[in-house]
């Protein structure tokens, strides 16, 4: 009975040493395959591309879903906001009031102003204008924010200081310091689903296609095409920082 | 908060720049002055400032080793601090900050060390123990003085001195020119502000010497050299004026050009800054020591002790002023939305990483240190001299 107990138990750690070395050489192959394949792009191959962002404020319908799929897109810090939407309220006696109840993540559930009758009304979709001559990058004392070759302000969150001296500068009030990280953060435009063919979050939860993304080199892309078409204009262009995210119905009331 | 006439963009809601941001121009601008006022003795020949000359040096110092301690404070990654250094980004009006405060800092602990030269080889032959060690390690083992070195450590000083008045105004401008410099926000924006800033910095370092001066004699039962207490309180007298009077000249120019920005401006002086710009800042500790060193500096017939004392008085009154000219800068600037359209609010919270008591704190420190650097660098003792 010894014997065969000896003989069995041998047996049997011998087998599961062999399924466990099993189960580890496979999982190696089969984990170490990525069902994406990592995509290197020269900066060669990057400044074919222009990105820049248009949006129609007379499309906007104020629904806020562009800012709760940034939110989970991008895991924003509560109360800090890479996008959100503005709601412009003029009553019949020229008066203009403006809100933007916790960025629109919950879209505009009551009117908050009716005292006088409301003659005209519009929502204005922000974001930050990756500017050509952006004031953050100009500011940034370590570089840590920077163009990439595509035209997209990055920040570069392994070497920023969190100074804080890109929000002051920034004129649009995009962006915020994540208190979490101790760095500065904004909108990259979805910088790793662009590189991925993707359209940035927000443009594709957009339900009015409100928000246009694209190439602003190719003569061919949508964006291109519509501002070859439309009268637009960009927020602020007096302090010369030449935003490229370019409103469509844009009313001097937004700043 | 969100009122129907009031909006301010989602991200505004936070102030990022704190009271810390608040306390480094105050500290700067106490080094800059201190330094310029010690450099008028050594520079320009003011013999009536030369028991003074010293003691501004040292203070120039205590003050200059805790300018960062807030910033450091409030940075997001205060382990990276050094990024400024190793990574700057020439663009960028902040990066050479690393470099000028190291280049001044520099600047005044050699002049520390030649001015008082002589006096530590003194010491050192004098003390026993672990402190002639100290002193030796001070004067870096040198004890070779006499009439030859004394001149060379003269002109050496004298060197440094002159070479620092545009480091100091470089130092404490700059600061200005950090706040002046940003196009986004409207009561920053301007070419003058670091003009005011370096004029406020020589009434901060003025103020505080003649507070120090008074205050540590009074404590040790002695009376101050009348006639350099004097000629310092009517060189804050008239750097006040010219301080206060472009500050105002400013707001009057916007306010005349009547353009958008003032629309949005006058809601913040009449609005979050009236009690703390208008009341307390220009009312109360502007025109109040203007009105009082007026009176000291015009009055022959005034008694010396109401004299000192007055004048003891409008020095710490002048020293709010300057703490509250930052605090409406930094603060109230950050207070106007973008949006042109509302304010925001600020508190810095009692016990806060960034709040009111690490702020007494960090200013209290400089106080502490300088204390110290008394044992080492005596302020107010006859210059000891090579025989």
Redesign the interface.
């Known amino acids: 009975m010894d014997k065969i107990d000896k003989i069995e138990r041998r047996q049997f750690l011998k087998i599961g040493l062999y399924t466990t070395a099993g189960i580890m050489m496979g999982s190696l192959f089969a984990f170490s395959k990525t069902d994406r394949e990592i995509l290197y792009k020269s900066p060669e191959d990057l400044s074919k591309f222009d990105w820049g962002f248009l949006v129609d404020t007379t499309r906007c319908i104020g629904c806020g879903a562009c800012v709760r799929a940034c939110k989970v897109e991008n895991n924003v810090p509560d109360s800090y906001f890479r996008t959100w939407v503005e709601r412009y309220e003029i009553d019949i006696n020229g008066k203009v009031r403006v809100d933007s109840p916790n960025g629109a993540m919950d879209s505009f559930k009551d009117d908050n102003f009716n005292e006088a009758e409301i003659v005209k009304a519009f929502f204005v979709p922000k974001l930050c204008n990756h500017c050509y001559d952006s004031a953050c990058t100009q500011v940034c004392p370590v570089g840590a924010t920077y163009d990439s070759p595509d035209g997209v302000v990055l920040i570069d969150k392994d070497r920023c200081v969190g100074c804080g001296y890109c929000v002051q500068a920034c004129p649009y009030g995009c962006r915020y310091i994540d208190h979490e990280k101790g760095v500065a953060d904004k909108c990259t435009l979805c910088y790793h689903r662009i590189q991925r063919g993707e359209a940035p979050a927000c443009v594709n939860a957009c339900p009015r296609a409100a928000r246009i993304f694209g190439n602003l080199k190719d003569p061919e892309s949508k964006i291109r095409k519509i501002l070859n078409l439309r009268r637009y204009g960009t927020l602020k262009p007096d302090l010369g920082t030449n935003p490229k995210c370019y409103y469509i119905g844009l009313d001097m009331e937004v700043k | 908060m969100?009122t129907?006439?009031s909006?301010?963009?989602?991200?505004?809601?936070?102030v990022?720049?704190t009271v810390m941001i608040v306390l480094y121009p105050y500290i700067t601008g106490m080094v800059a002055g201190a330094f310029i006022v010690s450099s008028f003795y050594h520079v320009f020949g003011m013999e009536k400032l030369k028991p003074i000359a010293k003691f501004a040096l040292v203070s120039s110092l205590a003050f200059l080793c805790f300018a960062t301690v807030p910033l450091l404070n409030?940075?997001?990654?205060?382990d990276?601090?050094f990024?400024?250094m190793v990574?700057?980004?020439f663009?960028?009006?902040?990066?050479g900050?690393g470099f000028v405060y190291l280049f001044y800092m520099t600047i005044v602990v050699l002049e520390i060390w030649f001015s008082y030269r002589a006096e530590l080889i003194n010491k050192y032959l004098r003390s026993k123990g672990i402190v002639k060690q100290i002193y030796r390690f001070i004067i870096l083992g040198n004890t070779t003085v006499n009439d030859s070195t004394i001149v060379y450590d003269r002109k050496i000083v004298t060197f440094l001195a002159a070479f620092g008045i545009p480091v100091a105004c470089v130092l404490h401008g700059y600061v200005g020119f950090?706040f002046g410099s940003?196009?986004?926000?409207l009561w920053w924006s301007t070419p003058l502000m670091f003009i005011i800033f370096i004029f406020s910095a020589i009434v901060s370092g003025l103020a505080v010497l003649i507070f120090l001066y008074q205050f540590v004699h009074w404590i040790r039962r002695k009376t101050v050299n009348q006639e350099s207490y004097e000629l310092m309180a009517k060189w804050l007298w008239g750097f006040m004026i010219i301080a206060v009077v472009l500050e105002l000249m400013e707001v009057l120019s916007i306010s005349y050009e009547n353009t958008e920005r003032w629309e949005v401006l006058q809601l913040l002086i009449n609005g979050k800054l009236k009690i703390s710009y208008v009341y307390l800042q220009i009312f109360v500790f502007s025109l109040g020591p203007f009105l009082i060193l007026s009176a000291t500096s015009l009055i022959k017939s005034m008694p010396i002790k109401l004299k000192n004392f007055l004048i003891w008085l409008s020095s710490g009154m002048l020293l709010i002023q300057v703490l509250l000219m930052r605090w409406n800068v930094v603060i109230g600037g950050?207070l106007v939305?973008?949006?042109?359209?509302g304010f925001t609010e600020y508190f810095p919270g009692y016990f806060d990483k960034e709040g009111l008591l690490v702020s007494f704190g960090i200013i209290l420190v400089p106080f502490i240190l300088l204390m110290l650097f008394d044992k080492l660098f005596p302020f107010f003792e006859k210059p000891w001299e090579a025989k």
């Open positions: 969100q129907p006439d909006f301010v963009f989602p991200n505004e809601l936070h990022t720049w409030h940075l997001g990654r205060p990276r601090a990024n400024i990574t700057p980004n663009n960028s009006a902040m990066s900050f950090l940003i196009k986004a926000n950050q939305s973008k949006s042109m359209r």
